[in-house]
């Protein structure tokens, strides 16, 4: 599961994401989105949907008659449901980000980065719903491998950088660089407490 990620994008990367935004998303959905910072179901986000492409969407699809957002897909059943088979097929995204959350069962909330720190890519889904002029996005997950099933049994599909392009071009090859995600993670306790500095000397 991926419930929050955070952003935090070098001046370059910022100039270049906000340019493309511009002139692919409305003056009000530019309003609305965050840049950097902790990223929360339902904000709206800068999401990559082509090569130096991005728009600005909002995080969850919406299910009629509930308030409860879907924001995140299990990949391995994306080509089967109704709601992500389309999307998949036709609307695959990428989430640029520096890092996500998870928590574990004692409520402990855990930072999830590449071990050399730098942009992840999140293999995401987006569609238009019906009401709404901002497209939504939802970010794939898979299974949690090694020592991040003390955390949780599911983390986001992290897409390897040499297939990025390929991802959001061959709807061929969903499934295959599903199966070439990145799953080596460095995970930070952020609950835990501080040394104590005298205890050090």
Known sequence: MCGRFTAAFSDAELKDICKSVG??????EMTLMKKEGEIFPSDVFPIMT??????????????????????????????????????????????????????NKRKQKYLYQLPGGGLMYLAG??????????????ILTRDAVGDQLDVHDRIPVIVPRELIYTWLAESGKIMEIIQQAV???????LSAPEPNLFDMV
């Open 50 to 103: 082509g090569a130096e492409t991005f728009r600005a969407m909002s995080w969850g699809f919406s299910v009629e008659g509930k308030k409860q957002l879907i924001i995140n897909a299990r990949s391995e059943t994306i080509l089967e449901r109704p709601m992500f088979q389309k999307p998949a097929l036709r609307n695959r995204c990428l989430i640029l980000c520096n890092g996500f959350f998870e928590w």
């Open 125 to 138: 889904i987006w569609r238009m719903e019906r009401g709404s002029n901002t497209p939504k996005f939802t």
């Open 23 to 28: 002139q692919n998303s409305t003056a009000d």
């Open 183 to 189: 799953t080596e993670l460095r995970i930070v306790n």
